[in-house]
């Protein structure tokens, strides 16, 4: 069980990258004042969390409803994570990141740290694949775990960066992303694999 949880949390740690989310965070809420900072931090952790559990608890349904079979899911989100793993790599930050007055605060919150850096893809196709193979309570526990990390360097944000230093939150980034490539070309051969058995 401690495994199993390790596992989980191991791996939505890798795929929501708390520590190279927090550069873009900052990025993006430099300029607001810390009560805002902190509203942008909840609703998107808030935001992230539903979405995750959703997928967590009935993932396959919905992928049943729209007719999309958990295999081409997994190779759409093995896919889809290769460029934020590149970017990762390539430059230590998931994203390009916008000037903080050109946004609305709750639009940030929402897209794009909710959706697409935290409750991408990848990490809704991992909480159902988790759900499935580790079981749900596992797999809640993880992502309860990560998300609260989450939060915690978010609202920490302007101390971990001053703290750390951008260099080595951009080294650790670019070692997440090594990370998440392996974990995105897993999902790809793992979604294969399953196809043509």
């Not at 740690?13 to 900072?37: E, H």
């Not at 997928?55 to 729209?66: E, K």
């Not at 080294?171 to 694999?193: D, K, P, S, T």
Request: charged residues 10%; without cysteine; negative net charge.
């Amino acid at each position: 069980m401690a495994d199993d949880l390790g596992r989980s949390f191991v791996s939505f740690f890798a795929i929501i990258d708390p520590i190279g989310n927090v550069i873009v965070f900052y990025l993006l809420t430099q300029q607001l004042l810390p009560q805002r900072r902190l509203l942008v931090a909840a609703i998107s952790v808030a935001m992230a969390a539903a979405l995750l559990v959703v997928f967590a608890l009935a993932g396959q349904q919905v992928l049943d409803l729209l007719s999309i079979s958990e295999e081409s899911f997994k190779v759409a989100a093995g896919l889809l994570l290769l460029f934020p793993a590149y970017r990762l790599v390539e430059h230590g930050q998931p994203m390009e990141a916008a000037g903080a007055d050109e946004v609305d605060p709750i639009q940030i919150a929402l897209v794009p740290l909710a959706t697409p850096l935290m409750a991408g893809p990848g990490a809704l196709a991992t909480a159902i694949s988790f759900s499935e193979t580790l079981g749900r309570g596992t797999t809640l526990g993880g992502l309860g775990l990560v998300l609260a990390v989450s939060f915690a360097m978010f609202a920490l944000a302007a101390q971990v960066l001053r703290w750390l230093g951008q260099s080595v939150m951009r080294l650790l980034a670019r070692l997440v992303g090594i990370v998440l490539f392996a974990i995105a070309v897993n999902l790809i051969l793992e979604g294969l694999n399953a196809y043509f058995d």
